[in-house]
Every structure is written in C-alpha cells, then in structure tokens.
C-alpha cells in the first residue's frame, strides 16, 4: 500500500516556480513530521525543507527565502512551493513522514530545471 503520493514535478526554465504536493495515506496525519528531500544524479539524497506537526518549518540553506513547506491536516497534504529556481535543483524529490519508529518514503517526483 502506497502511504505518500507526490505530484507536480516537471521541467521548467531558471528562474520559474514549481508546486509539489504529496498526499499522504496515512490514518491520523497530523501525528506526523513531514519532509521533501531530494537526490540529484550522482548525489547522495538531501534534506529540502521539513515541518512539523506543530507547523514548525526548517529548510536547507541552499533553498532559504525560494523554497516554502506547508501543510494541511484536513486534506493530509503537504506542499512545496518552490520559486527562483536553478539548475542545481534539479533532481528526484521525495515526500517524507515520520512519526517515532515509523518512516515513510514516497516514490519521488522529477523535477528538472532548464537553463
């Protein structure tokens, strides 16, 4: 049973924005820290942003002030807004959802950025 379904990646020119969301199948949602990470080719896999399920946000220094991760506990989604985008963004990301010993892992979503 697939628990995290992400969508919304593509190809897009420098500078453009982008929109993943991930549904989560998961039975109570808001009991979770979610995350996206991400894995270039070549490159091991990487933190991209994380929030709580108190809503507390965290990003990588390399997305600061483009990238934006949130939430909504009703639809069980989580979104990344991404913006001002490069090519070095461009990679599989991957939804996130932990909660103590569970961990769960989406199939990723490729995002490619074109200069």
């Known amino acids: 049973q697939v628990q995290l379904v992400e969508s919304g990646g593509g190809l897009v020119q420098v500078g453009g924005s982008l929109r993943l969301s991930c549904a989560a199948h998961l039975y109570i949602f808001g009991i979770y820290d979610m995350g996206w990470y991400r894995q270039a080719p070549g490159k091991q896999r990487e933190l991209v942003a994380t929030i709580t399920r108190g809503d507390s946000a965290n990003y990588a220094d390399s997305v600061k002030g483009r990238f934006t991760i949130s939430r909504d506990n009703a639809k069980r989604t989580v979104t990344l807004q991404m913006s001002s985008l490069k090519p070095e963004d461009t990679a599989i990301y991957y939804c996130?959802?932990?909660?103590?010993?569970?961990?769960?892992w989406g199939q990723g979503t490729q995002v490619t950025v074109s200069s």
């Open positions: 996130n959802a932990v909660y103590e010993n569970s961990e769960y």
